[in-house]
């Protein structure tokens, strides 16, 4: 079993190194590429201004995170969720940096790029010289991302996942099934519901005799050895 977290952040601006913070956290879990159902998501205080140019782009202002948690408040029931498993994010060294900056700051361990999947990278290799932005993605894929007239970060980690199981596959991949629907498929053949039930009668054939006789005839005129004689019986 393949365990992901597709994961996006919002922040306070572009500069991780001069101070700005993340003011929110999106994670979706995929299991064998497919998404669970199962998320992680907070709003974060970052103790400092929201930058008028990032609130533009994401709409979350001083007032609307001024009484939210702070990232030491939520820090260990992120790593709680993320764990040690692949974590998949679209221009991956902007959302690490912001996120090693955090942890850094608590003094804990910086997340290892080691098990870091930039789906930017990807696309780029899989589209070269094309745009490869998150939204011009969803175009090319066919994904609708109506719902996106601002970032956000559990709506962009959703809809990043269903731009990467088209990077790594197609949406074939999943088979429009939810884990619970896999878990009562298996259930229910476990316990004999929904086999195969022998007919109490065979269907009957759809040849006419003279059909099978002119069949017959044909297959006589091929030769003992011919290979139709195994299956045709005798008149």
Same mark, same amino acid.
């Given at each position: &079993?393949?365990?992901?977290?597709? $994961?996006?952040?919002? #922040? #306070?601006?572009?500069? !991780? =190194?001069?101070?700005?913070?993340?003011?929110?956290?999106?994670?979706?879990? %995929?299991?064998?590429?497919?998404?669970?159902?199962?998320?992680?998501? @907070?709003?974060?205080?970052?103790?400092?201004?929201?930058?008028?140019? !990032?609130? !533009? @782009?994401?709409?979350?202002t001083d007032a609307f995170l001024a009484d939210k948690p702070i990232f030491a408040a939520v820090a260990q029931e992120f790593l709680d969720f993320v764990r040690d498993d692949m974590l998949v994010i679209h221009n991956a060294d902007f959302d690490t940096g912001f996120l090693n900056a955090e942890l850094g700051r608590l003094g804990l361990p910086a997340l290892d790029?080691? +098990? /870091? $999947?930039? #789906? $930017?990278? =990807?696309?780029?290799?899989?589209?070269?010289?094309?745009?490869?932005?998150?939204?011009? =993605?969803?175009?090319?894929?066919?994904?609708?991302?109506? *719902?996106?007239?601002?970032?956000?970060? %559990?709506?962009?980690?959703?809809?990043?996942?269903?731009?990467? !199981?088209?990077?790594?596959?197609? +949406?074939?991949?999943? $088979?429009? %099934?939810?884990?619970?629907? &896999?878990?009562? *498929?298996?259930?229910?053949?476990?316990?004999?519901?929904?086999?195969?039930?022998? +007919?109490?009668?065979?269907?009957?054939? *759809?040849? #006419?005799?003279?059909? +099978? %006789?002119?069949?017959?005839?044909? /297959?006589?005129? =091929?030769?003992?050895?011919? /290979?139709?004689?195994?299956? @045709? *019986?005798?008149?």
């Amino acid at each position: &079993m393949i365990r992901e977290i597709v $994961l996006d952040t919002e #922040t #306070t601006g572009l500069e !991780a =190194l001069r101070g700005d913070r993340l003011v929110e956290i999106g994670c979706v879990e %995929l299991l064998n590429h497919i998404p669970t159902g199962a998320h992680f998501h @907070v709003y974060i205080n970052p103790g400092r201004a929201v930058r008028p140019d !990032a609130v !533009a @782009v994401h709409g979350l202002t001083d007032a609307f995170l001024a009484d939210k948690p702070i990232f030491a408040a939520v820090a260990q029931e992120f790593l709680d969720f993320v764990r040690d498993d692949m974590l998949v994010i679209h221009n991956a060294d902007f959302d690490t940096g912001f996120l090693n900056a955090e942890l850094g700051r608590l003094g804990l361990p910086a997340l290892d790029q080691e +098990r /870091v $999947l930039d #789906t $930017l990278a =990807l696309a780029r290799r899989r589209n070269p010289g094309g745009k490869n932005s998150l939204d011009a =993605l969803c175009t090319r894929y066919g994904i609708d991302n109506s *719902r996106r007239t601002k970032h956000g970060a %559990l709506l962009d980690a959703e809809i990043l996942a269903e731009v990467y !199981a088209e990077l790594t596959g197609g +949406r074939q991949t999943s $088979l429009g %099934l939810s884990r619970e629907a &896999m878990f009562a *498929r298996g259930s229910s053949a476990s316990n004999g519901a929904g086999r195969a039930r022998a +007919r109490p009668q065979p269907l009957a054939s *759809r040849l #006419t005799d003279d059909e +099978r %006789l002119a069949h017959a005839a044909f /297959v006589a005129t =091929l030769g003992e050895a011919a /290979v139709w004689k195994d299956y @045709v *019986r005798p008149a």
